[in-house]
Every structure is written in C-alpha cells, then in structure tokens.
C-alpha cells in the first residue's frame, strides 16, 4: 500500500505506480520498479515493458542487441575462416613469404622496392620512380604510398600453416557466440571494425619499415566484443578473461607478434560491441547503433589519414 503523504523528496519511485517508493531497478531500462511490476529474468528483475519487448524481438527472430537472429551462428564464421584459408593457399602456391600477392595484402605501413625473387629490397629506394631505375625490381607500394586497401586485407592473409591454423581455432571459437548476441550484419562490422582498428594501431605506432598480417586483431575484437556483453549482463567473464590473459602472454613472451595489432584489435571490438549494446532502446535503435559505428569508423580512418601525411 502506498504512503497516504507520497514518497519523501528524493526517493525514487515506481515509473507505472509514482506513489510507490522502491529501490529496485529493472535490468534492462534501469528505471525503478516496485514489488507488483517486477518480473523475474535471467538476472534480476525486468519490468513489464522491457518483458513485452523482449518477447516481441523473440517472436520477430531479432538477436539480443537487434540484429536479425542467425539461424546458423557458425555460418559466418566459416565463411571468413575459408576467406583466410583460401588467401593462404594462393599465397603459399604463388611463394610463400615471397609471395607477391602477400606483399601487396599484408599492411606495409611504407612502400618497398622488391628485389627480382622478392625476398630481399632496396632501403635506399623509397619510392615507384626510384624503384622504377632497376629493370628487375618492383614497386609494392604501402599504406602511405595509397595501398589503403592493405588497411582490412592484413587480416586476411598469412604465409604460415601455424599461423593461420591458431587464427582459425580462434575464429571458431568466439565467432558463432558473438554472432548469436548480435546478428549477422553485426558480427562482421564487429569484426571488420576490429581488424581495421588493429592496421590503425599498427600504422601508428609499428615500425614505419616492418610488415604485419594475419586475423589475430580480429579476434582479439571479439574477445573484446565478449567482454562487454558479459559486462553488460552481469554474466561469468572468467573464461573470457583467461582467454585474453593466455593469449597477451603469448602476445609479449615471443618476438615477431604485433601487439599493436592485438591491441587495436581488442579495443576495436570491444568500441563497436558497446555502440550496438549501450545504444537507446526503440524503433530507431538500429539508426543509433550504424551511426554510432559509422562515427567510428570515420574516426579510424582519420587515424589513418593523420599517420599517412605525418609518413609522406
């Protein structure tokens, strides 16, 4: 029964009953709820708008930050497992790590100046025209030289069966679970975001004259992208956490690993994963979430821009 005086000044009151004082909240709205509007969920309490919408986007096969449900979550993941395994094999058939075709996938933050059997290049030589004077070499130009594509397509080629092999499990792993949270269409613009995040990091902060490849960013960008839907639902990161914990290891105890792209990778993902999850709930969710992660990706692509005229 509620106070014939009302509710003492500053005391939150039920948003269906303003009579009722309560302290209690729903889970997903976090507006105050009282005894006879709270309703049991997963994790604590849910009002009955927030029940009435969940089981509008259940019956309209939505996923549970708005996507279209998958029916296959594993689908994709295979998909951009054999993308990596099908660039690796025309990488591997056309010279391994001399292969041309990795030369120009891989992220080159400077271009170089191939020798004839592509394995070695001329320093000295730091742009097409230079490059252009040797009869037998040839010019693979980088990111700053305008091989922007080299950006996305680092994360998916590599030159080493182990390589792609960890990436693959990796893949398999986490991609169908951040699929089935968020859609199809959002597990790739998670992912890709998280691969472009990690050539940004790269970019900026790698050595100007080295190479990096392979899809570790974009995995890492879905260990991020788990991290925060654990977050947000209350739910057990252990897992997770020892996931990330054992790879970072990995990351730092041997050389040759980018941990500027893990890096990137993690924080990518983990950046679009929040924008779909913490966007305002309604009819124009979906508007907020793609604007959000359109903003993002203008901002990394000014990261880019920014490092390439610093390197020209």
């Known amino acids: ?65 708005g996507g279209k449900r998958s029916e296959n979550p594993q689908l994709t993941t295979l998909v951009l497992i054999g993308i990596n395994v099908a660039v690796w094999l025309a990488a591997t058939v056309s010279g391994g790590r001399e292969s041309l075709l990795a030369w120009k996938l891989m992220l080159s933050p400077t271009g170089r100046c191939l020798g004839e059997d592509y394995a070695t290049y001329y320093p000295g030589l730091d742009s097409a025209a230079n490059c252009a004077a040797i009869p037998s070499a040839t010019w693979v130009p980088g990111l700053a030289d305008g091989a922007w594509w080299q950006a996305i397509t680092h994360g998916f080629v590599h030159v080493d069966i182990w390589h792609i092999a960890l990436n693959a499990v990796g893949l398999w792993v986490l991609g169908p679970a951040v699929e089935a949270a968020f859609g199809r269409l959002r597990f790739l613009a998670i992912y890709l975001l998280a691969t472009l995040a990690a050539g940004a990091t790269i970019f900026l902060l790698a050595d100007p004259t080295g190479r990096t490849l392979g899809a570790s960013g974009g995995v890492f960008g879905l ?15 252990r897992s997770v956490m020892t996931l990330l914990a054992v790879n970072l290891a990995f990351t730092f105890a041997f050389p040759g690993i980018s941990w500027q792209g893990h890096l990137g990778g993690l924080l990518g993902g983990a950046a679009a994963a929040a924008i779909l999850i913490f966007a305002p709930r309604g009819d124009r969710r979906g508007l907020w979430q793609w604007s959000g992660l359109a903003v993002l990706t203008v901002a990394l692509l000014a990261v880019l821009v920014l490092r390439a005229t610093a390197l020209s």
Do not use: W
């Open 1 to 65: 029964m509620s106070d014939p005086n009302g509710p003492a000044a500053g005391v939150p009151t039920c948003y269906r009953h303003p009579g009722r004082e309560t302290y209690i909240k729903c889970q997903r709205c976090e507006r105050p709820i009282c005894p006879d509007c709270m309703r049991d969920a997963a994790v604590g309490f849910q009002c009955p708008d927030c029940v009435a919408q969940g089981a509008k986007t259940t019956r309209s096969g939505r996923a549970a930050y």
């Open 223 to 237: 260990m991020g992208a788990l991290i925060v839907v654990s977050l947000k639902v209350h739910g057990d990161i």
